[in-house]
T-cell receptor
């Protein structure tokens, strides 16, 4: 299957700092990437859809000024958690979809576990 | 009504048995359906996808789709302890998003 790389895998930061997470599609171009968040023992919750060359589309309840998404190229999307607080501690997972159309098949990055102290 | 529903489990089956996982969805316009496996602390990995009504088999896994009933299932034959994980049902909804169910925890007992 297609390869999606996410970095960093783990990050620990102090409250009030900002953290950037990168998501790269290594062997395909992705016009659309998706950012999910997963709290312990819960399912993946879609945070936003990242569109190359345009503004991201955020799900209801997700603060766009807190979770900045940039999709500057067809292979890279970044999520920046600004002024992080302990309640932002979670497992953040990006995914990308090769090609377009109705398939919807997603490939996931390895995930980034954020711990805010 | 939640968009994608699954039995939360845990589901326990003995080694070698068939594990049956079920999923229902609310969006009748959904086009594609996926089963992901997630080990604790890891990212989900795709096991199966299905687009058309009926069965799709891949090794020990069989996905079944019934769009009229808005139901999709995953059968795991000859279950192995390594199959113990959380299984996530995902639906590519008509509004161009992939929505996940809450997951079913499967435990295969040696």
């Amino acid at each position: 299957g297609a390869v999606v790389s996410q970095h960093p895998s783990w990050v620990i930061c102090k409250s009030g700092t900002s953290v950037k997470i990168e998501c790269r599609s290594l062997d395909f171009q992705a016009t659309t990437m998706f950012w999910y968040r997963q709290f312990p023992k819960q399912s993946l919750m879609l945070m936003a859809t990242s569109n190359e060359g345009s503004k991201a589309t955020y799900e209801q309840g997700v603060e766009k000024d807190k979770f900045l998404i940039n999709h500057a190229s067809l292979t890279l999307s970044t999520l920046t958690v600004t002024s992080a607080h302990p309640e932002d501690s979670s497992f953040y997972i990006c995914s990308a979809r090769p090609g377009q159309g109705a398939s919807g098949e997603l490939f996931f990055g390895e995930g980034s576990r954020l711990t805010v102290l | 009504q939640k968009e994608v529903e699954q039995n939360s489990g845990p589901l326990s089956v003995p080694e070698g048995a068939i594990a049956s996982l079920n999923c229902t969805y609310s969006d009748r316009g959904s086009q594609s359906f996926f089963w992901y496996r997630q080990y604790s602390g890891k990212s989900p990995e795709l096991i199966m996808f299905i687009y058309s009504n009926g069965d799709k088999e891949d090794g020990r896994f069989t996905a079944q789709l019934n769009k009229a009933s808005q139901y999709v299932s995953l059968l795991i034959r000859d279950s192995q302890p390594s199959d113990s994980a959380t299984y996530l049902c995902a639906v590519y909804a008509s509004y161009d998003k992939v929505i996940f169910g809450p997951g079913t925890s499967l435990s295969v007992i040696p």
